[in-house]
């Protein structure tokens, strides 16, 4: 199979299962294909300080860093960050925040995009 170029947009809070299940598939998709997770809207508390295990979900930190181990791009939306007054977790990898115009053309440039 050839590689393709995936987006996976999280566009939902992360406080239910959608965001741990977004980023299982995107880990799995990164093994065969060139991977961009791009958190927009309220998906970008996701990348917050936040403490998921207080309301019984999975932290994220195993599936970020599987992601940037595997060479997949992680995204915040800029705006969405900066309406929210958020500031991004120190991850220990590097997550890239960019506008939306930028968001836009990496989705259109995409094989396939999935949605969050």
Known sequence: ????????????????????????????SAMEHE????????????????????????????????????GAKIIAEEEALRERGLKLKDWGVDIDKLPKDDICEIIKDSEVTLTW
């Open 1 to 28: 199979m050839a590689k393709k170029k995936m987006s996976v947009v999280i566009r939902s809070s992360p406080f239910s299962w959608k965001t741990f299940e977004a980023l299982r598939q995107a880990v799995g």
């Open 35 to 70: 991977v961009s997770v791009i958190f927009i809207r309220d998906g970008v508390y996701a990348l917050t300080d936040w403490k998921p295990q207080l309301i019984g979900i999975e932290p994220l930190d195993k599936s970020i860093e599987a992601l940037d181990m595997m």
